[in-house]
């Protein structure tokens, strides 16, 4: 498939380190936010999601943070696999459980073997 | 249980022609939006349906038009095409009925414009 999401910030890592990818987000209603991670020619996978009333959850090697101060979002993915190579992209959702997601530009990691 | 499913994936159109591209969401799930997704401009959203009902609407002109039917089933239909409509046209289905449901992605339909 092709490739979207040219001209990326990349991030580059170890196989076996950990990696963190922040986002910043616009809206301070946003009461709900996702990560999605995308592999080439496929559509966004769910990887977690975390409400305003949260600061942290945490998943299977991942974690979200959430700092509603400033705005900020946060994916912890302990021991990086070659498989998590894709690009992330955070979501914030306006209108809470309606379909209206605003999206981050993406993240592209990279995982060195 | 089946993801959300589109069709086409692939397709090649000419300019001013339109398109019409479909979604199945996930069984049990009322609300359904569409995204677009350029390199330049990143994943945009498009419009939400629950219900048969258009819900919200992004940025997009008028020529971008879509509808819901009784079985949540979906559709887009882009009129007029223009070069700039070449993107990957996501759809993603949710309960939609409380905070916080899980918003699904199907894997897109691939649009060329030539």
């Known amino acids: 498939g092709e490739s979207v999401g040219l001209h990326l910030p990349t991030l580059s890592v170890q196989e076996g380190d950990n990696s963190i990818i922040n986002c910043a987000y616009s809206?301070?209603?946003?009461?709900?936010f996702i990560w999605y991670k995308q592999e080439s020619g496929k559509g966004p996978q769910f990887i977690i999601d975390i409400r305003s009333n949260m600061d942290k959850r945490q998943g299977q090697r991942v974690t979200v943070l959430l700092n509603k101060t400033v705005k900020h979002l946060s994916l912890q993915i302990a021991a990086t696999q070659p498989g998590d190579s894709a690009v992330y992209f955070c979501?914030?959702?306006?209108?809470?459980?309606?379909?209206?997601?605003?999206f981050g530009k993406g993240t592209k990691l990279s995982v060195k073997p | 249980k089946a993801g959300v499913t589109q069709t086409p994936r692939y397709l090649i159109k000419t300019r001013g022609q339109q398109v019409t591209l479909s979604c199945s969401p996930i069984?049990?799930?009322?609300?359904v939006s569409w995204y677009q997704q350029t390199p330049g401009q990143g994943l945009q959203f498009l419009f939400e349906?629950?219900?048969?009902?258009?819900?919200n609407k992004g940025n997009f002109p008028g020529r971008f038009s879509g509808r819901q039917f009784s079985n949540s089933r979906s559709e887009m239909n882009v009129s007029t095409l223009e070069l700039g409509d070449s993107a990957l046209y996501l759809c993603?289905?949710?309960?939609?009925?409380?905070?916080?449901?899980?918003?699904?992605f199907g894997e897109g339909s691939w649009l060329t414009v030539v």
């Open positions: 349906y629950f219900s048969e009902t258009q819900r």
């Open positions: 069984s049990g799930h009322r609300s």
């Open positions: 809206n301070s209603a946003s009461d709900y």
């Open positions: 993603a289905s949710s309960g939609g009925t409380s905070k916080g449901n899980t918003i699904y």
């Open positions: 979501a914030e959702a306006p209108g809470g459980s309606q379909g209206n997601l605003i």
